[in-house]
């Protein structure tokens, strides 16, 4: 399944209840605010999550992600920023050529 790129703020402001989102996978979809059209590393972020989701069949990913984001809250540090999958984005974002060369699984590292 070919991925799709979308640009809908409306969308991205009803999701943004209690931060302000400027991107969000929901597979196979990107969907990214307007502005960030041709900023190519939030669209890289968010290819980054497009490849997490395939490889543990979508609904794996987000179980995973709610869970791990759960026992998170009550660690130390930014709950967000600390879960694996976005550990992996954010490390990586700015490598445009990350996904030619991105290793199965490269968030449990």
Do not use: C
């Not at 979508?58 to 930014?78: A, D």
Request: no cysteine.
């Amino acid at each position: 399944m070919k991925t799709r790129i979308k640009y809908n703020d409306k969308i991205l402001n009803k999701l943004s209840w209690f931060i302000k989102i400027g991107g969000i996978t929901l597979f196979p979809f990107i969907i990214l605010r307007e502005k960030h059209k041709n900023n190519k590393i939030i669209l890289n972020h968010e290819s980054i999550h497009i490849e997490q989701q395939k490889e543990l069949l979508v609904v794996g990913f987000y179980l995973w992600y709610v869970i791990e984001w759960g026992i998170r809250l009550f660690m130390k540090g930014n709950a967000y920023r600390n879960i694996s999958f976005e550990k992996e984005a954010y490390d990586n974002e700015r490598n445009l050529d990350y996904l030619k060369t991105r290793k199965r699984f490269n968030f449990l590292i």
